[in-house]
């Protein structure tokens, strides 16, 4: 399923991105693996498997 996205959508790069939301971006990464290792595997490898937070 695609998710439809504004023609207007801008895609940031890192080098567009202040060091604070660079470092916001990667303790948020850092949050999620935590949770996603307190899950049982077959949980892990569904959620693991989902490109957007809208499959899960």
């Not at 077959?42 to 693991?48: E, F, G, T, W």
């Amino acid at each position: 399923r695609e998710v439809p996205v504004n023609s207007t959508f801008h895609e940031q790069s890192d080098d567009e991105l202040t060091k604070k939301e660079l470092n916001q971006i990667k303790f948020d990464d850092q949050d999620i693996q935590t949770i996603l290792l307190g899950l049982p595997e077959d949980i892990y490898v569904a959620v693991d498997s989902c490109k957007t937070a809208q499959e899960i």
